[in-house]
């Protein structure tokens, strides 16, 4: 059985995490001059200001802008405003709770995530008193929940057996194929027809029973047009659909019709096909771990939150 072990070390991927919690934090906000500050809500003894919620989703508020116009952006602002006010009452309680734990960062912990948080080109100042109490209450939020969740999650192997038989299709590896080709591009604009009477000249050599290679040296012009056109292994669904569609029902060494692709025109060999395959569960273990892990986690998080609700006193005022 495997227990999740807990570690006041902040590592590259945490400050990864880091970035992307505070990140929409340090967005400005560009306030109306004639804007009135209120509260809006009141979680225990603490307040929210309709300014906090602006400023949480003013990134937001911007990028919506840029795509949504009339009443769906309307629609969308004021979704968005009430999930910036549910974020910052989690956070409020979340904070409460380090400060009933007594959980603690220290200064030096606080100046090495910003160190590294500006290496990975985060606006941060370590002068700045603003920036300084984000970082804090941002690893604070980290180590409460590491505290209270992550370190108590166990994974069994049990559970790992059952949730690789519950999603298989997720460890398959698609169908590869072996393919060669022959591409023949247009010599200009107007040029499609002419491709297309030469690739009915090279499909034409194939029926009369030519090798594939020496009709690809002869007429294609792609750079592997000199190794008889191969093009090597390719997974199903890496094509463009249009190419997908043509070799679907082709068996190895069966032909394509003369497909017209962006590319250009192409006749493609299927060489080999391999079909899909499972991998197995000692291929996968560390995967199922972090993806098991991953799940339990988040799931015990959301009910810690639930939890931080029901016993606490919040009064929305929006």
Avoid: C
């Amino acid at each position: 059985m495997t227990t999740a072990s807990h570690t006041s070390r902040w590592n590259p991927l945490l400050i990864s995490v880091l970035l992307l919690l505070i990140f929409p934090s340090l967005s400005p906000y560009q306030a109306s001059a004639h804007l009135q500050d209120r509260i809006v809500a009141i979680v225990n003894s603490e307040l929210i200001m309709l300014s906090d919620v602006q400023r949480e989703f003013a990134a937001e508020q911007e990028r919506l802008s840029r795509v949504h116009r009339g009443t769906e952006l309307a629609q969308r602002l004021k979704t968005a405003e009430y999930m910036a006010l549910t974020k910052l009452i989690e956070r409020k309680l979340q904070l409460q709770e380090a400060k009933a734990k007594k959980v603690e960062v220290s200064d030096g912990e606080i100046k090495q995530a910003i160190e590294q948080m500006k290496r990975q080109g985060t606006p941060l100042d370590p002068t700045s008193p603003n920036d300084i109490q984000t970082v804090r209450d941002q690893l604070l939020l980290m180590r409460v929940a590491d505290l209270q969740i992550r370190g108590n999650i166990m994974v069994g192997d049990s559970e790992l057996r059952r949730y690789y038989q519950d999603h298989r299709d997720r460890f398959a590896l698609s169908e590869e194929y072996e393919l060669s080709h022959i591409l023949i591009r247009p010599r200009s604009s107007d040029g499609l027809a002419d491709a297309l009477t030469k690739a009915r000249r090279a499909m034409n050599d194939l029926k009369q029973g030519e090798k594939f290679e020496d009709v690809a040296r002869e007429y294609s012009d792609g750079d592997n047009a000199a190794q008889g056109g191969r093009l090597g292994l390719v997974r199903q669904g890496e094509l463009i659909p249009i190419i997908d569609q043509a070799i679907a029902r082709l068996v190895p060494g069966g032909i394509s019709d003369i497909i017209e692709s962006p590319e250009g025109i192409q006749i493609i060999r299927m060489d080999d096909r391999k079909p899909k395959r499972f991998r197995t569960y000692e291929e996968v273990h560390r995967e199922l771990q972090e993806l098991v892990y991953r799940q339990k986690s988040e799931d015990m998080f959301q009910s810690w939150l639930v939890e931080l609700k029901n016993k606490s006193y919040i009064e929305i005022k929006f």
